[in-house]
């Protein structure tokens, strides 16, 4: 149930039912995670660990985060026991995300809002709770600017559906959502 935003434009949520299934059924409603440029998909890959950069002039993964990057050749990667990338002096940006991901091949792109929706959502039905810190731990998320190794650190990392680090470690960039004083816009 919703109606009009009381303070500002568009509508409110009030009241939700969810429901998931994994066959088709005709008054579910196709998550938008699994709508592509307007064209739905069967499925979705989620890298299992935060970016790293692989360097195409050495040939190899930047594993210690080192602050060298070529964003017209240079890729994000997903692998475990490396720092992942902070750019904490390179111009890692969300413009040379985009270029990163995109330098992998035709569909690979940045973590996006509807997916981060969808694993929500999963997470809701599972647990039946919103708070997934209390759930499954509160990750990397008290360490200051301390980042932790991909897939060495089980005491501090924390995985959900063979995700790490959802929440804590690194800040990332999420497509398709802005927020701007306390209000979120979605965009798809």
Known sequence: RTEPATSEEGIQLLEAEWMVSNKR???????????????????????????????????????????TMDSNVDTLCSISGVLPASGITQQLNINNCRKLAANKGQGYGLFDFTVLSAIQLLFLIEHASFDSQECIGIGNSNQGEVAIRTGENNDISVTYRRIENLWGNVMSWTEGININLGYAYWSN
Do not use: M, T, W
Not at 33 to 57: K, M, P, Q, T, W
């Open 25 to 67: 059924i005709n008054a579910f409603k196709v998550h938008p995670a699994f709508i592509r440029n307007g064209v739905e998909v069967d499925h979705i890959y989620v890298g299992a660990f935060e970016g790293c950069l692989f360097s195409a002039s050495s040939n190899d993964y930047l594993r210690n985060n080192e602050q």
